[in-house]
């Protein structure tokens, strides 16, 4: 099957730095979409991103489908973006694979 | 809008034990359905999804089944407990006219002793 692979598996960020998520894949899809959750465990949307590039806010993601990787960018990082963000993809109506995330600390 | 909900929050349960978990939706008619669990805070693994009532696709051979008894309920049982079934079991619904949004569940913590 599919795979997925998040990097950094951890990140620590001082508040108020950028930082610069990467999911790489390995086999062509037209479903990827990025999650972040919390540090309570609940999980939120944050892109429905197959191609091209999408922002919302100080977060912004882009995927580069032909090679197979999508990037998710933080801005003027917050205590509040503290959690797990998850790269999810899958084609036609195939359940979506999720990568191991990337677990971001954002320290005060 | 679509709400999902799980119970229990929490649970303990010794090994051997068990398990039922439930899952129910609102809002929304004949849903995808899709049991992840996350165990050792990372990583989302599919264990069973499910387009209907009394239709069950496993992606795991393991001591857990599932079942769909009505077409917004979504049930994850196991006979018996092990210790490596410990973990954050979601559930989760499938909405959008590409698949494209996911509505989670408040999850079960479930650790097995």
């Known amino acids: 099957g599919i795979q997925v692979e998040q990097s950094p598996p951890d990140l620590i960020l001082q508040e108020g730095a950028n930082s610069t998520l990467r999911c790489n894949f390995s086999?062509?899809?037209?479903?990827l979409q990025w999650f972040h959750q919390n540090p309570w465990g609940q999980l939120i949307n944050l892109f429905y991103?197959?191609?091209g590039t999408k922002q919302n806010g100080r977060l912004s993601a882009t995927t580069v489908a032909t090679e197979r990787y999508s990037l998710l960018y933080i801005s003027s990082s917050q205590t509040t973006d503290s959690g797990v963000y998850f790269c999810?993809?899958?084609?036609?109506?195939?359940?979506?694979?999720f990568g191991k995330g990337t677990r971001l600390s954002v320290i005060a | 809008s679509q709400t999902i909900h799980q119970w229990p929050a929490t649970l303990v349960q010794p090994v051997g034990s068990p398990l039922s978990l439930e899952c129910t939706v609102e809002?929304?008619?004949?849903?995808?359905l899709y049991w992840y669990r996350q165990a050792a805070g990372r990583g989302l693994q599919l264990l069973f999804y499910?387009?209907?009532?009394?239709?069950i696709s496993s992606e795991v051979p393991q001591n857990l089944s599932a079942s769909r008894p009505q077409d917004r309920q979504f049930i994850l049982s196991s006979k018996k407990l092990l210790l490596s079934d410990s973990g954050f079991y979601l559930c989760?619904?499938?909405?959008?006219?590409?698949?494209?949004?996911?509505?989670f569940g408040p999850g079960t913590r479930l650790t097995v002793l």
């Open positions: 999810a993809v899958g084609s036609g109506n195939t359940p979506l694979v």
């Open positions: 086999d062509s899809v037209n479903n």
């Open positions: 991103i197959p191609s």
């Open positions: 809002g929304t008619s004949n849903p995808n």
């Open positions: 499910s387009v209907g009532i009394g239709q």
């Open positions: 989760v619904l499938r909405a959008g006219l590409w698949g494209d949004t996911q509505y």
